[in-house]
């Protein structure tokens, strides 16, 4: 459902993208060849950004945010690393972070280093999209924020 | 890693020696009977001593919900509708039959990824993506086909459930009532099943013969592919 606000010349910002599956699935035991045709549909991003950090940042900043603890899926807990949530978490990313290396490779993601401050990081992703909007003409509609650009409609059962 | 017993490749985990039972898809289009034989299959089995479990196409606890509410919806699209299919066909496949395999049991399968090939090409016209994405499906010991012509597939699902918007391929605009739809989309898929049965070797059996007689003839095609095959042993669950 994507494709809408694509077609009519907007920009999409996706946080995550299919790269996630490609280093997620894989480790979970899925061919990385399979994930990559399941994924044949899906547009090539024109910008496509990797935030990197070490595997020990990431679990102090979730374990120091309004969170305080992980999630069972993004901890691995379904694949039996280890009965303590931090260490699964420890082995399960830094499985994926491995993996994540090389699809960042094969596909040629920007590499950002998110162990920096955000208004650095910020100056730069914007110098960065702007180099790729470059001749891109803005378009808008309204000037009010849309929630909502299709909606579904109900059929009566015929029970 | 591409292995003889699965279609493609997909899930790395499964070593597919541990898989003992036996898996038989009964494929066709809507209103063949295909339930009613399965049925009447499954007690035949299970009465020589055979474990059996039936497994059904969108009968998974996780998405069989799911798929109701984007078809009531009616605006899915090919990629989301054939991976709606695919998903369900994934949970069933780990915690069904997988699992059955494993023990020796039979497997019964309501439709099996043909439907989906069939269904998601009448819609892209392309074979390539669909079957990739179905890779990792274990490729049955045995897949019987039942046929019909759309004319008598018509007049049945008239005279019984009535047709309905998914059945006839509205989304697909092929004609101006579900009536002219229904065959229309029918015979598309009918044909595809044709081309498939060739490709695949399917047992086609004439889905308008007598219950009775097409019963005897799926039979006929089950007892060569069990017959290295004992029955689990008090058609429990043994254990993997």
Redesign the interface.
Same mark, same amino acid.
């Given at each position: 459902m994507t494709f809408s606000p694509f077609k009519s010349w907007d920009i999409v910002l996706a946080d995550r993208y299919m790269y996630t599956a490609f280093a997620r699935d894989v480790i979970r035991? %899925? &061919?990385a060849?399979?994930v990559r045709?399941?994924y044949? /549909?899906a547009i090539k991003p024109d910008m496509a950004f990797y935030f990197k950090v070490p595997i020990e940042v990431a679990i102090s900043r979730l374990l120091r945010g309004t969170r305080g603890q992980f999630k069972y899926y993004e901890a691995g807990m379904d694949m039996n690393l280890s009965p303590d949530l931090t260490q699964s978490f420890q082995i399960f990313q830094s499985r994926i972070l491995m993996e994540y290396d090389k699809v960042v490779e094969e596909f040629g993601l920007l590499t950002m280093d998110a162990t920096q401050d955000i208004e650095t990081q910020q100056e730069l992703m914007r110098t960065l999209v702007s180099d790729t909007l470059r001749g891109y003409k803005p378009k808008r509609g309204t000037y009010g924020r849309r929630t909502l650009f299709?909606r579904? /409609?109900? %059929?009566h059962? &015929?029970e | 890693m591409v292995d003889a017993r699965f279609f493609g490749d997909g899930l790395t985990y499964i070593n597919p020696s541990e898989l003992k039972g036996k898996l038989i898809a009964i494929e066709g289009t809507d209103g063949v009977g295909r339930s009613t034989h399965i049925e009447l299959l499954q007690e035949w089995l299970e009465v020589q001593g055979y474990g059996v479990i039936t497994t059904g196409w969108t009968r998974s606890n996780l998405m069989s919900k799911t798929i109701e509410m984007a078809k009531a919806g009616n605006i899915v699209d090919r990629w989301s509708l054939s991976l709606l299919y695919a998903t369900d066909f994934a949970d069933r496949l780990e915690h069904q039959v997988i699992p059955a395999l494993r023990s020796g049991f039979v497997v019964l399968a309501d439709r099996y990824i043909y439907t989906a090939f069939a269904r998601d090409f009448v819609r892209s016209a392309d074979r390539t993506w669909i079957r990739d994405v179905f890779g990792f499906a274990p490729i049955p010991d045995l897949v019987c086909y039942l046929r019909i012509d759309v004319e008598t597939l018509a007049l049945r699902v008239i005279e019984t459930t009535g047709m309905n918007y998914w059945e006839s391929g509205m989304d697909l605009r092929l004609g101006t009532d579900l009536y002219d739809s229904f065959k229309k989309y029918q015979s598309l898929l009918i044909e595809e099943f044709d081309k498939m049965a060739i490709e695949f070797s399917f047992n086609v059996v004439d889905a308008r013969k007598s219950p009775e007689e097409i019963q005897n003839e799926l039979k006929g095609h089950i007892l060569p592919v069990l017959q290295n095959h004992k029955p689990v042993v008090g058609a429990g669950w043994t254990g993997a």
């Amino acid at each position: 459902m994507t494709f809408s606000p694509f077609k009519s010349w907007d920009i999409v910002l996706a946080d995550r993208y299919m790269y996630t599956a490609f280093a997620r699935d894989v480790i979970r035991g %899925v &061919s990385a060849q399979w994930v990559r045709k399941l994924y044949a /549909f899906a547009i090539k991003p024109d910008m496509a950004f990797y935030f990197k950090v070490p595997i020990e940042v990431a679990i102090s900043r979730l374990l120091r945010g309004t969170r305080g603890q992980f999630k069972y899926y993004e901890a691995g807990m379904d694949m039996n690393l280890s009965p303590d949530l931090t260490q699964s978490f420890q082995i399960f990313q830094s499985r994926i972070l491995m993996e994540y290396d090389k699809v960042v490779e094969e596909f040629g993601l920007l590499t950002m280093d998110a162990t920096q401050d955000i208004e650095t990081q910020q100056e730069l992703m914007r110098t960065l999209v702007s180099d790729t909007l470059r001749g891109y003409k803005p378009k808008r509609g309204t000037y009010g924020r849309r929630t909502l650009f299709w909606r579904r /409609f109900d %059929v009566h059962k &015929s029970e | 890693m591409v292995d003889a017993r699965f279609f493609g490749d997909g899930l790395t985990y499964i070593n597919p020696s541990e898989l003992k039972g036996k898996l038989i898809a009964i494929e066709g289009t809507d209103g063949v009977g295909r339930s009613t034989h399965i049925e009447l299959l499954q007690e035949w089995l299970e009465v020589q001593g055979y474990g059996v479990i039936t497994t059904g196409w969108t009968r998974s606890n996780l998405m069989s919900k799911t798929i109701e509410m984007a078809k009531a919806g009616n605006i899915v699209d090919r990629w989301s509708l054939s991976l709606l299919y695919a998903t369900d066909f994934a949970d069933r496949l780990e915690h069904q039959v997988i699992p059955a395999l494993r023990s020796g049991f039979v497997v019964l399968a309501d439709r099996y990824i043909y439907t989906a090939f069939a269904r998601d090409f009448v819609r892209s016209a392309d074979r390539t993506w669909i079957r990739d994405v179905f890779g990792f499906a274990p490729i049955p010991d045995l897949v019987c086909y039942l046929r019909i012509d759309v004319e008598t597939l018509a007049l049945r699902v008239i005279e019984t459930t009535g047709m309905n918007y998914w059945e006839s391929g509205m989304d697909l605009r092929l004609g101006t009532d579900l009536y002219d739809s229904f065959k229309k989309y029918q015979s598309l898929l009918i044909e595809e099943f044709d081309k498939m049965a060739i490709e695949f070797s399917f047992n086609v059996v004439d889905a308008r013969k007598s219950p009775e007689e097409i019963q005897n003839e799926l039979k006929g095609h089950i007892l060569p592919v069990l017959q290295n095959h004992k029955p689990v042993v008090g058609a429990g669950w043994t254990g993997a």
